[in-house]
């Protein structure tokens, strides 16, 4: 990902210089240094958000075309409107707030240009358009996958008017503006919790168990700021930036393009402020009024949830604007000698603004909450980290099975093997549990059948975090939740519950009639020592190989399961039964009818059923990614019940139906054998997002590999080896 951005970054410098008809490497060099060296840029790879950095390039690149309309008042080619539009979707695909933006942007540049050029006002609206045109295929495909989830379980018409999130109130964006003053905004520092805490260099001069205790301010801890004077010279050169940005606008040539970005800049600056905007009039027509709008507002609203994001859209419009910035700087000074000590020095200045870059590690890193003072690591985001050689055992174990794994411990807090490093998530990878995560079910605890039910066949057990576990929490999951302790060693520990899988068969199953997940769940309880410590699948749907069960009833019968939640005087007919009161089982026969009374949580079974045909047992499946399907190996004839959670009617099934969720939300299905589960539209949408990456790959090596490296060096290869070979001839 670094060697694509480079060379997108690389390419993209030279048309935005030859646009602006600015011949000059020293400044390429400068705007590429630029890039690299903006703080928001290390906050950028410091969260892996690697696709905001393609989106900021795609931006630039389609901004840069409409500025050369404006320079040169021609119209742009069918392939520059073609690239441009592509760039602009592509833009979208990467985050598509990237589309909303760019519609507030050009409405600037629009505004502008009938105030100060109408000649070019047409040729911008035409190019506008073609742009706009073309990038509606890829604006559609962004939308379908923000739609698909709910596409699949719903009518179209319902699906693209669903009401997403809609944080429509002043009082919801307040919460994300707290970084958003317009200091920390000018200087490229207001993210809402950042991943790297900008900080002095003077830190280093501090010994390691006093920087918890250095100066932190902003929300989150948004900067660091020891009480000297590198502090301040350091926070002054975060504005470097900013001032090369707003210097452009003294290249008198230039001066029409300058402007208009400017202006754009600090009408995105306004958004950026969120409620911190001095009015509310403006705050609320541009982050709040367009989540209201039907249909894309609801699906586009975190566009205006989290204002502080539209900075991203200032990297693409300052990475234009530098470019006229630098030159006007170098230009200034007609000595060479002169110009190069500038361009140092401006190097310098920007690369004491983004010092911790050079780190390697992007240090300090995150407030994680669970240190002294100001709580933030004291390591950087990227520092090597060093796990104990158990804990790497354990992530070994689970990366063979794609079972579920419930991981115990401080997840997202600091590990002590990482050196005060926070890390997302704890442990980093879950082998299985991304893609197999249990059903909300609430009765997940340390009954092995909870763990059987949700389909957690691993439960670690981390406890080597700074805020550890308590001793009696680990020895209670130890010796008494009846889970099988598969490994254990220096707080690292691994427990299984043998018989968990995502998928279940039974040759009879349960029918009972309550949405109660407490009483379905108490059921289970009751029944699972009868059925050899497995589950029963329960059905919604009444089968020919299902047994009623019955809540509260006044007679007891053969024919049903009986479950009583609370005192009951009952009639019991003539007949053999197994009771079963909160585990102590027992059985006995009546010769005729007999009231009793009975006690909460007891259950009443016919002795004639046959216990066996109730037991589940795990059975295998694979997962074609591509096709979206499930192939379970199944016996015919038999309830099939998963733990994985499928989107409620939206899936497709062969060899087999789907009875519907119970009460723990599962799906049950009946089989004929070789069950094949798919997600609706599953394959279509693979194909078409396969598609659309092959289609972007191919267009990143034809441009920027074919036509710019291997075409491009072989035909510079060719004219080297011609004149050669004709000045070996001219000696002769």
Not at 246 to 271: P, Q, V, W
Not at 529 to 546: E, H, Q, S, W
Request: proline share 6%; glycine share 6%.
């Amino acid at each position: 990902m670094f060697s694509v951005i480079y060379v997108i970054l690389w390419k993209l410098t030279d048309v935005i210089l030859n646009t602006l008809n600015i011949y000059n490497f020293a400044v390429k060099i400068l705007l590429i240094l630029f890039f690299y060296l903006i703080p928001l840029y290390m906050q950028l790879i410091a969260f892996n958000w690697f696709t905001i950095i393609l989106g900021v390039l795609s931006l630039s690149y389609v901004l840069i075309n409409l500025i050369n309309i404006q320079l040169k008042n021609v119209s742009l080619t069918k392939k520059t409107v073609a690239l441009s539009g592509i760039a602009l979707g592509f833009s979208a695909m990467m985050d598509p707030r990237f589309y909303i933006w760019f519609i507030y942007i050009i409405i600037i540049f629009l505004l502008y240009t009938i105030s100060t050029d109408g000649k070019s006002f047409r040729n911008i609206i035409k190019g506008l358009i073609g742009i706009f045109i073309t990038s509606l295929p890829f604006l559609i495909y962004v939308y379908y996958i923000f739609i698909y989830p709910s596409l699949i379980t719903v009518p179209i018409s319902k699906a693209v008017s669903f009401a997403a999130l809609r944080p429509d109130s002043l009082s919801y964006i307040s919460r994300f503006s707290q970084n958003s003053d317009f200091v920390n905004l000018l200087t490229f520092i207001s993210n809402w919790w950042p991943s790297v805490i900008p900080s002095s260099p003077s830190i280093l001069f501090y010994p390691r168990n006093e920087w918890f205790y250095l100066p932190a301010y902003g929300f989150n801890d948004q900067i660091l700021l020891p009480n000297d004077i590198i502090s301040y010279i350091w926070l002054s050169s975060l504005f470097i930036f900013i001032v090369i940005v707003f210097i452009s606008i003294l290249d008198i040539s230039r001066r029409k393009i300058s402007s208009e970005l400017l202006l754009a800049l600090m009408f995105m600056t306004g958004i950026e402020s969120g409620t911190n905007f001095p009015c509310n009039d403006f705050t609320y027509i541009f982050d709040v009024l367009p989540s209201k709008l039907p249909i894309i507002g609801g699906i586009m609203s975190t566009a205006f949830a989290i204002p502080f994001y539209a900075e991203w859209t200032n990297i693409s419009l300052s990475l234009i604007l530098a470019a006229i910035g630098f030159n006007y700087i170098i230009s200034f000074f007609r000595k060479v000698k002169i110009r190069y000590v500038i361009g140092v020095v401006l190097i310098l200045i920007m690369s004491l603004a983004s010092w911790q870059y050079f780190n390697g590690t992007l240090y300090p890193s995150q407030r994680t909450g669970s240190f002294p003072g100001n709580s933030i690591s004291l390591e950087g985001y990227y520092y090597p980290l060093n796990p104990p050689p158990q804990w790497v055992h354990v992530m070994n174990l689970l990366s063979t099975s794609n079972a579920g794994v419930a991981y115990v411990g401080e997840v997202g807090l600091s590990e002590e093997w990482t050196h005060y490093q926070f890390i997302s998530y704890s442990p980093p990878l879950m082998p299985g549990y991304a893609t197999i995560s249990p059903p909300p079910t609430t009765n997940v605890n340390q009954a092995p059948l909870a763990y059987d039910i949700a389909g957690i066949k691993y439960l670690f057990i981390d406890n080597t975090s700074y805020i550890p576990l308590s001793n009696y929490f680990i020895y209670s999951y130890l010796n008494h939740s009846g889970l099988k302790v598969v490994y254990a060693n220096a707080d690292v520990y691994l427990l299984e519950q043998p018989n968990a899988s995502v998928f279940r068969e039974a040759k009879m199953g349960i029918y009972f009639n309550s949405s109660n997940e407490t009483i379905l769940f108490k059921a289970e309880c009751l029944l699972y020592p009868l059925l050899n410590y497995t589950p029963a699948i329960i059905t919604p749907v009444k089968t020919g190989n299902t047994v009623t069960m019955l809540l509260n009833p006044s007679i007891v019968n053969e024919n049903n399961i009986e479950i009583f939640n609370e005192s009951k005087n009952a009639t019991i007919l003539q007949g053999s039964y197994i009771i079963d009161h909160n585990g102590r089982i027992s059985t006995f026969s009546l010769s005729g009818e007999e009231n009793i009374s009975i006690k909460p949580w007891t259950i009443i079974i016919p002795k004639d059923i046959n216990l066996r045909e109730f037991e589940s047992i795990p059975i295998n499946f694979s997962f074609n990614q591509f096709m979206a399907e499930f192939s379970v190996n199944n016996d015919p004839g038999y309830l099939v019940e998963t733990s994985l959670p499928l989107p409620y009617g939206g899936i497709i099934v062969n060899n087999g139906k789907a009875l519907g969720v119970n009460s723990f939300r599962q799906y049950v299905f009946t089989s004929d054998g070789k069950l094949t589960i798919s997600i609706k539209l599953g394959f279509i949408t693979d194909l078409l997002m396969t598609a659309v990456d092959i289609f972007f790959y191919a267009l990143f090596i034809y441009f920027f590999i074919y036509k710019n490296i291997f075409k491009g060096l072989g035909t510079e290869l060719f004219r080297n080896v011609v004149t050669r070979i004709s000045r070996l001839k001219s000696y002769k």
